[in-house]
Structure formats: structure tokens, C-alpha cells
């Protein structure tokens, strides 16, 4: 008879590459004992029983099985075919159909000679078996993480033990340039990966950069020693899809000895990050517009009606024109925005310029008018902050937040009363943090205006003698250029507590 034996080991560590091998030469043993002829032995290596997907090896089983190739197919284990039942049926099913026998070695049961129930009751149990030991799995990634676990790949670092990482220099170097250009250039995620490729820096995966890549390194605490874990879990065992763990249950560790960059650097690069977020996602249906630094307008025109930035346009007759218009209106027509205005790219930059001109002709006047609206702004002598009690509230509420996620991790309260303890305990550091934020932005601008102010002019006067206007050289400047279906542009500039990070 001629046979086709199957073989799935589901992970690739060393000593089941072993089992992996053994199992090949009990099939080849097996076939020479019982007179049968082995057409083929299918081998998945590293992967998992719970689903079908990627188990190549398998999937060529089932279609030189359509082609009449061997007349049964040998398996040690039920668990080797698959451990879920689902899978299990339906794949001896198919098999049968086609005439081809099943035979599971070690129950001594054939998919032709047994009931499908009895075969169904062995399926289900390896089932069973699997989601057991996804529980126990994740339990010991909880304890793990609890205790400090990190990843086996990580940009900046070298893996020493499951706890331990040590600063790779040579990648630290990266992650310092990518929290510069974005905090310092104002660079945008997608033109800082294009500089890292132009540049011939790789990813940890030897890749090239990509926005994502780099909204990661910016967004990981990690970089400034501050280690959260335990963000993720898989939701469905047999589906190994993740879905993202509640804040109040992340563990956090402060590794001051992982700091590649530092707190008030990384602090900064959220703060940035949340204010691109907020001012460039428009909402549905425009959730996740973001901000872009690539062509001298980029993210800066913004449609009065639907909120979107104006998109950048050519085409070339006799001259190439360079226009810009809504990109709502140029995806959707009016069918969601009715802003058809397009804005000559030369022209619109020849109008700031006069306009910039225009309000600075009187420089003394212009200066006491925004001095006026700073002055406005001081916090009065009653609003003044005590920040080192805010810092010791701030650390005992941490305190407190990582001793009920212990906690919980130890099984001594459950989900829902972790929840309610660290509801309340989000609220006031999110009030403490907005208190704090408020008042250090009044007090540098109450102890610094006119320097601030003075900086502002100055950086005025430079973009009128510039003779190539970048992205960045009108950011320093203007915070958005608003226009209706009208045909109004409105060019506002910096306001006046941004004067401060110039």
C-alpha cells in the first residue's frame, strides 16, 4: 500500500527539531515493518496544532492526496493532526472522501473503520489539552511579566537573560537621532524613517525604516528607563489573536540603567506626538490624519468646512503648476466637502510673505501688543504651585497603583475591584499632571516674554530674507493657514504660549 505519513512539532526549539527527526524515522521504520511503500513524509516544523494556517506542509498533504498519490496517510498522535476539532473533522473528512484512509498510530484507530463520534471524543480532547496549556502559559507570562520579563527583540538593546538588557551604542545612536529630529526638526515620522534610509541605518531585522518603526521607538517609555510589560494577551487560543491589555493592568519598572534618552526628552516627544494627534485628526470619517513635514504646505492649510488639511497637486503643460486644494473635496468631490478653492503654491507663499511684512512695519508696536496678551497669561500670585508637593503626590498615587496591580497579579482582588481602585487614582494624576503642565507653561513665559517675544521677531525677520522657504521655516512661524469655499484665506501665526519652544 502506498503511504504518506504526517509529522507537526510546534515550536522550533532544539529538542523538538529532535523529536522532529525521531519522528521521521519511526514513519520510515514503520513503513518497511508493514510491507507498505512511504510516498511521502509531510513535516510542519514550529508550528501550531490550533489552526491550519501556515502548516504549508499540510496543506500539500491534502492536495497530493486530490491527486491519487498514496492510498492513507499515517499520524502518530490525534494532537499531531490537530488540536482543534473543528480542523480535525473537517480534514479527515476531506480525506475520506477521496478514498484516503486515516490512521492514528498510538489510539490504533482508522478514520474509515472507527465512528466519526469516537474519533470526534479524541479530537476534542486534544482540544482540551491545548487550551489547558495556553492557561498555563499565560499565567506564567503574568508572573513573568510581574517580575520584569523583556522582550526577546528590541531596537537599542541586547537581550542578556529574560530580565536583563544591556544599551546596544551603536543602535542607542539611532534612537537618540529619531527622538531628536522629531522633538528638535519637528520632522514627521515618515521623512525621519527616509532619513535613516538615506542615511543606511537598519532596523533590529536588518529592514529598512518605516513610519510605524519609528511611532514605535517614540512612543516606548523604555528608552527613557521607564519599562512597561504585560500590554497584550491572546483572546482566543485557537485563533492567536491579541488584543490589548487595560492600562490599569500594565507592570511597571523603573530600569534607570536602560536610559537612552532622557525623561523631560521622551515627556516632550509625547507631548508633540498628542498635539499632532489632536490637531491633525479631524474625527470620523478622518480618524488618524497625520502630521507631515514632506512639501512646503504639508499639514498646514486647513479646510474651515470638513477640517482635513489641503493636499499638494501638479501636472506640467508647458510649466509644471503646483497647486493645492481640500482632500476631502479631491478624494470624495462634494459629495462630503464643497471647498473646491485651489491655492497657487508660489502665490500663497508670496502673500505670507507681504502680510508678514505688513504687521512688523511698526516693530515696537507689534512687540507691546503680544507683550499685552503674555502679560494677560501670568498666573496671579494665589495660583502659585507648590511642585515638589505635587511630585510626592504624584510618586505616593504610583505607589499605590502598582500595589493593587501586585495585587491583583497575586489573585488577591479581582478585575472588576482593580478597576475601581485605579479609576480614581488616574483621575488625579491626570489633574495633578494638568495642573503642573498649566502652570510650568505660564511660569517661563512670565519669566522670559520679552526674550520670547525678541526670539519671535527674530525668527520672523530670518524667513522674510530666506530666499527657499522649507516645511519647518513656516512652522516656526505660523501655526495654520484656514480657508472656506470662499476663496478667505486666513493665515494664523504662533501662538503666543508656543513662542517659548521656538
Known amino acids: 500500500m502506498k503511504i504518506a505519513a504526517y509529522c507537526r512539532v510546534s515550536t522550533e526549539k532544539e529538542e523538538q527539531m529532535d523529536s522532529l527527526g525521531h519522528q521521521k524515522e519511526f514513519f520510515e521504520e514503520y513503513a518497511v515493518r508493514n510491507g507498505h511503500e512511504l510516498v511521502r513524509l509531510y513535516a510542519d516544523e514550529g508550528i501550531s496544532g490550533t489552526s491550519l494556517k501556515k ?152 529592514c529598512e525604516w518605516n513610519p510605524r518603526g519609528v511611532r514605535r521607538v517614540l512612543m516606548n517609555p523604555i528608552y527613557s528607563g521607564h519599562y512597561v510589560n504585560n500590554k497584550y494577551e491572546i483572546k482566543d487560543y485557537l485563533t492567536g489573536k491579541q488584543v490589548r491589555i487595560p492600562e490599569e493592568q500594565h507592570f511597571h519598572h523603573e530600569r534607570p540603567e536602560w536610559e537612552i534618552v532622557s525623561p523631560e526628552m521622551f515627556a516632550e516627544a509625547q507631548r508633540q506626538l498628542s498635539e499632532r494627534r489632536t490637531q491633525y485628526d479631524c474625527g470620523a470619517p478622518f480618524v488618524g490624519a497625520r502630521y507631515s513635514s514632506k512639501h512646503l504646505f504639508s499639514t498646514l492649510i486647513k479646510c474651515e468646512h470638513c477640517g482635513r488639511s489641503f493636499c499638494r497637486k501638479h501636472y506640467t503643460h508647458v510649466n509644471t503648476r ?64 507648590n511642585t515638589a508637593d505635587i511630585e510626592r503626590k504624584r510618586k505616593r498615587l504610583l505607589a499605590k497603583k502598582e500595589r493593587y496591580q501586585e495585587m491583583y497579579a497575586n489573585d488577591v482582588m479581582t478585575m472588576s475591584e482593580l478597576k475601581e481602585k485605579t479609576a480614581s487614582i488616574a483621575d488625579e494624576l491626570k489633574a495633578l499632571d494638568y495642573s503642573l503642565k498649566q502652570y510650568e507653561q505660564a511660569l517661563a513665559v512670565r519669566q522670559g516674554s520679552e526674550t520670547f517675544v525678541q526670539a519671535y521677531m527674530q525668527e520672523i525677520e530670518r524667513f522674510l530674507q530666506l530666499e527657499t522657504v522649507t516645511n519647518l521655516d513656516l512652522r516656526k512661524i505660523i501655526d495654520h493657514i484656514s480657508v472656506n469655499r470662499e476663496g478667505t484665506v486666513r493665515i494664523v501665526l504662533k501662538k503666543v504660549d508656543e513662542i517659548a519652544t521656538l
Open 322 to 385: 503646483v497647486y493645492w486644494k481640500c482632500v476631502t473635496n479631491d478624494q470624495y468631490t462634494a459629495e462630503r466637502c464643497g471647498n473646491t478653492v485651489k491655492l497657487e503654491e508660489d502665490r500663497l507663499l508670496e502673500e505670507i510673505r507681504k502680510y508678514i511684512s505688513s504687521i512688523i512695519q511698526d516693530k515696537d508696536t507689534f512687540i507691546k501688543e503680544v507683550l499685552a496678551i503674555v502679560e494677560n497669561r501670568r498666573p496671579d500670585r494665589q495660583e502659585e504651585v
Open 55 to 206: 502548516r504549508d506542509e499540510f496543506v500539500r498533504l491534502m492536495r497530493d492526496a486530490k491527486l491519487g498519490l498514496f492510498d492513507m496517510v499515517v499520524v502518530k498522535d490525534v494532537s499531531r493532526l490537530a488540536r482543534n476539532t473543528v480542523d480535525f473533522l473537517q480534514s479527515i473528512r476531506a480525506l475520506k472522501s477521496l478514498g484516503v484512509n486515516t490512521l492514528f498510530l498510538t489510539a490504533n484507530m482508522d478514520s474509515l473503520g472507527e465512528s466519526e463520534f469516537v474519533l470526534t471524543m479524541f479530537g476534542a480532547m486534544a482540544q482540551e489539552e491545548s487550551a489547558n496549556l495556553s492557561k498555563r502559559v499565560k499565567f506564567g507570562k503574568k508572573i513573568n511579566a510581574q517580575k520584569g520579563r523583556v522582550p526577546q527583540r528590541i531596537f537599542g538593546y541586547d537581550r542578556i537573560d529574560n530580565f536583563t538588557l544591556a544599551i546596544n551604542h551603536k543602535e542607542a545612536k539611532v534612537v537618540r537621532e529619531i527622538f531628536r529630529l522629531y522633538t528638535e526638526k519637528g520632522l514627521g515620522c515618515r521623512t525621519i524613517s527616509m532619513t535613516l534610509n538615506n542615511l543606511g541605518y537598519r532596523t533590529k531585522f536588518d
